[in-house]
C-alpha cells in the first residue's frame, strides 16, 4: 500500500513537472532530464509495487498448496477408515440365556 501512494506521488510529480516545462515553454536539458529522473523513479516504484504483489500471490500460493495437501492427506485416511470398516467381521450378535440371537 505504501509503495502504491510513493508510486502516485512520484507519477504526480513527474506530471506537474511536465505541466511546468509545457507551460513555461522550459525545454532546457535541465528540465528535461528532472522529467527523466523523475519519470524512472516512478517506473522504479510501480516495479517495487509489482514484486510485492508477486510476492504475495507466491506465499498464498504456497499455502494453497498446503491446504490443498493437507485435504488430500484427511480424505485417504478417511478412505482407508471406510475400507478397514467395510473389511471388518460383524460384530457378533448378542445371544440370550437359552442361546438364542436376539
Known amino acids: 500500500h505504501i509503495l502504491a501512494l510513493r508510486q502516485r506521488e512520484a507519477e504526480s510529480s513527474h ?12 525545454f532546457d536539458e535541465g528540465s528535461v532530464s ?14 517495487q509495487a509489482k514484486q510485492k504483489e508477486l510476492e504475495l500471490f ?3 500460493l504456497q499455502m494453497r498448496d498446503r491446504q490443498i495437501g493437507d485435504l488430500q492427506e484427511m480424505c485417504e485416511a ?4 471406510i475400507v ?3 473389511s471388518a467381521p460383524p460384530p ?11
Open 15 to 26: 506530471l506537474r513537472q511536465a505541466v511546468e516545462m509545457l507551460e513555461a515553454r522550459d
Open 34 to 47: 528532472k522529467r527523466i529522473r523523475a519519470r524512472e523513479e516512478e517506473i522504479g516504484l510501480a516495479l
Open 58 to 60: 507466491a506465499a498464498l
Open 78 to 81: 478417511k478412505q482407508a477408515e
Open 84 to 86: 478397514q470398516l467395510q
Open 92 to 102: 457378533p450378535q448378542p445371544v440370550d440365556a437359552l442361546g438364542n440371537m436376539q
